[in-house]
Nanobody, 114 residues
Framework: QVQLVESGGGLVQAGGSLRLSCAAS????????MGWYRQAPGKQRELVAT???????NVADYVKGRFTISRDNAKNTVYLQMNSLKPEDTAVYYC????????WGQGTQVTVSS
């Protein structure tokens, strides 16, 4: 089983930056794809970005050019660098990891003020 803990969320003004981290523990050798999702109030959870163990990424169009996903396999950690933040980026951000099952973190709140 894989446990995930996110950190790095907070309150930032529009145009600012934040870096989210997600550390995995447990059966980390079984992890393949890791990703970030977000859920705004009253909306469905949506994909932000995913990354394979080899570093191939898939980034949603609505954050492409502003957000970057990266991964440190030695530290079992995935990162989300968020630049040029907009108020519509306000959401709870979750990381997940695909292993024998799909595991989710508890989420970290990102609030972007205008």
């Amino acid at each position: 089983q894989v446990q995930l803990v996110e950190s790095g969320g907070g309150l930032v003004q529009a145009g600012g930056s934040l870096r989210l981290s997600c550390a995995a523990s447990g059966s980390t050798l079984s992890i393949s794809v890791m990703g970030w999702y977000r859920q705004a109030p009253g909306k469905q959870r949506e994909l932000v970005a995913t990354i394979t163990p080899g570093g191939s990424t898939n980034v949603a169009d609505y954050v492409k050019g502003r957000f970057t996903i990266s991964r440190d396999n030695a530290k079992n950690t995935v990162y989300l660098q968020m630049n040029s933040l907009k108020p519509e980026d306000t959401a709870v951000y979750y990381c997940n990891a695909q292993s024998y099952t799909l595991s989710w973190g508890q989420g970290t709140q990102v609030t972007v003020s205008s």
